[in-house]
């Protein structure tokens, strides 16, 4: 690999008026914690919905079991997709008040009973009861996507924001930030717990029009956490668009596609302004990239082809311009492999949560736990889990490697997606065991035997999510946070439309004359989601060795030292799995 370095710029913030930060007043963790609180907040309102949403879609919308199933992963994943559009927004006001209003109106469809279908038993009577059609299903999908698109907003930008509170120059902050990505996980899974006990336990009790409107009131006191901290955030100024400088790089490298690269690199564009005319917009801050061999096709984009005269920035771009557009291509198989990860999580949310619903849900005489609440075992796991992995293990990780974060972020998500395998293989084995039960000997299982699941994906998903939020925003340079970081939540997005077309094809698939398919009854006694547990526990193993390939040939841009080890060392350059899998 080339290293060449090409200029530098300073990080430039400024304050909620406009002018330059003050690093004794302005940003920090003191700041960042009102970013923190949006993310309870938001994460509590979202949840208690997206969590519970089968059983209201279920019983009082009266969709058949696989089609409920497919209404909530399609909601979830039209959230995370929506984050791309939030990451060119960067606005979270506008975020908040689309979730709200999409809140309320939820509230007023489970309020009045005419906006609804009329009350029927979907599971002894399913075939009978009227389902939720014409301007009740318009009322409700309305509602379902105004809360996915604010959101959508919100989401990659409260990790920015909050990131951006922390200077990648100081070494000090620059520590910090891995200890910010850690503590956003605590917040959500703070936010988490309390959605899936006490406002799911509200929607149960008291019904899902209270719950609906609690979550609007919460989302109001999210957006009051967020403008309190106004007066001390650090704001990046805006950059106009991030696709432009990345369409004038594809298109200039294939306008030039029959041009000769030059053996020496210094002869390459390095310039933001070639003459009167700007090569580059501003929309992103690439001035101190190093040079890579990879993607060379791409380096054709800087060869100048005019002597002496201006070349559009169409024709012309810079060498840090097109390590970007390299990096942002280099992340692509990673993420990639995230997918099927949120496959999994997919489904406990949807057929986990009608899985428990079948189960016996009485802990005490007189209490019994909703079946949604099942997924709070982990967030409690959880709340002490990430303090102490901060507290003990990170320290001496850090001692170990060398590193600021402990383990490299490619690591971490690598050791989530393996532990994530094991969690369809116990969701497999307690479904198998509570079908026998319930068909064979007619007797009915703890809720409880499915809490393993929840457990094992919570261990992964402290990994998995964090790590990739650390990585994207790690290899981002400024004004790109928030797309890369909303690619993090597309991961999440794919992987619920995925479940989605995994239940389509299996059902198609597994038809008989007998019977419908795997998934295609609404008595799960009648269904085999116990094989189709087992095809995800395969498909994910299946992925884990896949993202080992991916990760032992990525390497972090030189350049950017705080995304991995030190560019000094080219072994250490290698931020793969190499270490801990000894591949």
Same mark, same amino acid.
């Given at each position: ?11 430039? *913030? ?11 007043k302005h940003g920090g963790m003191s700041a960042a ?37 497919n209404v909530v992963t399609n909601f979830i994943g ?5 984050? @791309? ?58 509602? @379902? ?96 668009? &991030? ?136 967030? &409690? ?132 004359? *007998? ?56 072994k250490a350059r290698q931020g793969s799995l190499e ?5």
């Amino acid at each position: 690999m080339s290293h060449f370095m090409f200029g530098s710029m300073e990080e430039v *913030s400024v304050d909620w008026r406009g002018k330059p930060c003050k690093a004794n007043k302005h940003g920090g963790m003191s700041a960042a914690i009102f970013v923190l609180g949006l993310q309870a907040f938001e994460m509590m309102a979202v949840a208690a919905v997206g969590n519970n949403l089968i059983t209201y879609v279920f019983n009082d919308m009266h969709f058949p079991l696989s089609k409920s199933a497919n209404v909530v992963t399609n909601f979830i994943g039209t959230v995370f997709l929506l984050s @791309l559009v939030g990451g060119f927004l960067s606005d979270s006001y506008l975020g908040s008040f689309w979730t709200m209003l999409g809140f309320i109106l939820l509230c007023i469809q489970a309020h009045v009973p005419q906006l609804r279908p009329p009350h029927c038993d979907m599971v002894s009577n399913g075939d009978h009861c009227e389902e939720a059609k014409g301007y009740k299903a318009i009322i409700l999908f309305t509602a @379902l996507y105004l809360v996915a698109l604010g959101s959508g907003c919100l989401k990659p930008n409260i990790i920015s924001l909050g990131a951006d509170q922390f200077t990648r120059e100081n070494t000090k902050q620059s520590k910090k930030l891995s200890t910010f990505f850690n503590i956003a996980y605590f917040a959500f899974c703070m936010g988490e717990l309390i959605a899936l006990t006490l406002l799911v336990w509200v929607q149960t009790h008291s019904g899902m029009d209270v719950g609906f409107g609690i979550s609007a009131a919460v989302m109001g006191i999210g957006m009051i956490s967020l403008a309190s901290g106004t007066v001390l955030y650090r704001n990046k100024p805006p950059r106009g668009s &991030i696709f432009t400088p990345i369409a004038q790089v594809l298109v200039a490298a294939i306008t030039k596609r029959k041009q000769i690269c030059p053996s020496n690199i210094e002869m390459l564009n390095v310039s933001r302004n070639n003459g009167p005319n700007r090569v580059f917009d501003m929309s992103f801050n690439t001035e101190n990239l190093l040079h890579t061999n990879k993607f060379k096709f791409l380096d054709k984009a800087c060869i100048r082809t005019q002597d002496g005269k201006n070349e559009s920035p169409w024709r012309l771009c810079t060498v840090s311009q097109v390590e970007q557009v390299k990096i942002i291509i280099s992340v692509v198989p990673i993420f990639a492999c995230t997918i099927i990860f949120n496959t999994i999580l997919a489904q406990l949310q949807t057929f986990s949560v009608q899985q428990g619903s079948t189960m016996n849900t009485k802990i005490i005489d007189g209490f019994e736990i909703p079946p949604a609440s099942l997924q709070s075992i982990p967030y &409690i796991m959880l709340i002490f889990v990430v303090p102490l992995y901060e507290t003990i293990l990170v320290p001496t990780a850090r001692k170990i490697t060398g590193n600021d974060s402990g383990i490299t972020p490619l690591q971490r998500v690598g050791i989530g997606l393996f532990v994530a395998t094991f969690s369809m293989v116990s969701a497999a084995l307690v479904e198998k065991k509570r079908r026998v039960s319930a068909l064979h000997h007619d007797e009915t299982m703890s809720i409880f035997w499915i809490a393993p699941q929840f457990l094992i994906f919570g261990v992964s998903e402290m990994f998995t999510a964090v790590g990739l939020i650390e990585f994207f925003y790690k290899q981002s340079l400024e004004g790109m946070q928030s797309f890369l970081t909303a690619m993090t939540y597309c991961s999440y997005s794919f992987g619920f439309y995925l479940s989605s077309i995994l239940v389509s094809l299996v059902n198609q698939i597994t038809r008989s004359k *007998s019977h419908g398919g795997w998934l295609s009854d609404n008595d799960l006694n009648k269904d085999r989601l116990d094989l189709f547990y087992w095809m995800l526990a395969a498909l994910s193993l299946i992925n884990f060795f896949n993202y080992v390939f991916w990760s032992k040939f990525f390497s972090y841009n030189p350049s950017l030292s705080n995304g991995g080890p030190c560019h000094d060392d080219p072994k250490a350059r290698q931020g793969s799995l190499e270490e801990v899998y000894d591949i």
